[in-house]
């Protein structure tokens, strides 16, 4: 089995299958109503896809939840490290030092 994709994507997809569990539906039932193939929702519950703004949105929809509840808390730390670790605050920041 595939490795997930990152944290936040396995943290997205365990809200996803726990949401779904509670409804008692099939990957393949909640991918037809939110307009997808079930394979592509199997792997976004596995956190094994990175999925876009407007299947999270779709998902949350079918789901009957706010499309937060399947990202609050997810952040920075919860991604792939890269290459900067800087926020746009910092970089400010360090620009106003060094002009000042």
């Not at 997808?36 to 929702?41: A, P, Q, R, V």
Request: proline content about 4%; cysteine-free; aromatic content about 2%.
């Amino acid at each position: 089995m595939a490795e997930p994709h990152s944290v936040a994507a396995r943290m997205l997809g365990e809200r996803v299958r726990h949401q779904r569990n509670e409804l008692g539906l099939s990957q393949e039932d909640m991918a037809d109503l939110a307009g997808m193939h079930w394979t592509n929702w199997g792997k976004i519950e596995r956190g094994q896809a990175n999925p876009s703004l407007t299947t999270i949105v779709r998902m949350a929809g079918v789901l009957d939840i706010d499309p937060a509840e399947l990202v609050s808390g997810l952040g920075l730390a919860q991604l792939p490290q890269r290459k900067h670790q800087l926020t746009a605050a910092d970089l400010i920041r360090e620009r106003t030092r060094r002009s000042g």
